[in-house]
């Protein structure tokens, strides 16, 4: 039990804490940290999380036998121990630790700056406040209560997410509500890098506000993969299940090849191979285009884009534009979020890319009729789709940089691995920068070999010229966010116009 000059002290934090974290709630900031600097100190370096990982125990659908069963050499699936059917190695993940501190020793903690253990606090401070006699509970005067992180997860994926639950409550109480104590409706979200141990365990990675790098890439890549030769539910839709039910050991899903039932391709795609024509695409229409094209559509499968139009779209499908569009549609000319789905598509190697603006016939109501009755077909058999959640309309697009204020230090590594990622200009300029300044100041090298004299006051007509330009760049920038700014709030208004007219 705590002293009264302890639980005094601790009273006169609570109400402090309160006041601070409620008169600022808008404003408050708390201090930031990354995977590059993270938060460590002498109170928090010990804390860790525990792991028990158990299999499920299955029962056998053909001969009814019941138990966990030897694991395949792949690690993928268990045998069952009489016919040795093959099931999905099925694991439950108990996630736990209970934080050494008490109320007290947190809070002296926070106020010697440790970041773990002032988030905690605050938790306990907004969710305490709120009760009645809050001064006089057992949670101030016990140092029995602690800080528990738990957290389970199911199933088989090989990377699983850790989302801990917070509660603060008895150390030795087993089940949250057993005890006095209280959770403190908190998830805390694990995170970890890929060199790291731990992400054999933990899935979430670092936050990368650049989307269109090749880490992001990557990533999207191997989730799709882990999808294709992993997710039976996800290849639920295969014309051809046999290779999953012959019970071979060691079996992989990426024997079961996902395609698409020819009667359920889509009437119309986009072509968007990069291998012909890296600005063009081309609309097909599949019940013309010969059987080869179908097959080799419904092997390889095909994207589809799923995503808000935001009123009227520039390039639209329509009996006058349809022989045009089935020769060539200039990637420039489609709006940006068709811009982003085309460079998805290639990235994630696939050839080909339903959009209802480009793939349904606008100003034919017979043809969306039947397309929009197909719509859930398409998308249901989709092989990957594009959901455009960051846009809101056609022009806006999806892959732009999240958090646009992240300051000059977050802009400039942005700079600087874009440049990396094109590995012929990074070297252009680098040796252009290099060798300029050696051939036209070194005595003897610059009027001997080169020939060239140093520029003086041209310096002045460089640097005039280099900001006029930038100038003229961020005017153009600007007024193009304008236009389309004005032209999508004209949208709207003719929108809501017409549906105040219905």
Known sequence: MQNPMERGESVAYVDERYRTLTQAESSYQRKTFSFENPHTCCHCEDVFITLDTQ?????????FWKGVGEPTTDGQYRLCGQCSRLYEDQKERKYSATLSYNLLEAIAASKEGCAL???????VVLNIVKRGGWRMSEILLSTAYKFHLSAVAFGSDRNPGCVLKVEFKLANATKAGTTPGFSLSYDLQGWTTAADPAAKYISCRPYEPDVKCN???????????ECLENHDRCISFLTDKSDLEGGVPGLTRALARETVDIAHVPSRL??????IEQFHVVLIETREAPDEITVDISRSGFAALSYCWGGDQPLTLTKASHQDLKTSILVSKLPQTLQDAVWVTRKMEMRYLWIDALCILQDSDEDKASEIARMSTYY???KLTI???AASGSTEGFLHVR????????GLQHWARHLWENQFLFYSVTVVFVTIFPAIYIPGLNHVVFLHDG????????FVATGFFFVLVEAWKWAKRVYYRQRRQQSMSKGDAAQETV
């Not at 299999?55 to 001969?63: D, G, L, M």
């Open 455 to 462: 520029i003086t006051w041209e310096w002045a007509v460089v």
């Open 117 to 123: 253990y002032e988030w905690l606090v605050d938790l």
């Open 387 to 389: 959901c455009a959640a």
């Open 55 to 63: 299999a499920w125990a299955v029962v056998c659908s053909a001969c």
């Open 270 to 275: 986009i072509y968007a191979s990069s291998e």
């Open 215 to 225: 880490r992001s890439i990557n990533f999207a890549r191997g989730c799709f993969q």
């Open 403 to 410: 958090d646009n204020d992240v300051g000059l230090r977050a």
């Open 380 to 382: 249901s058999c989709a």
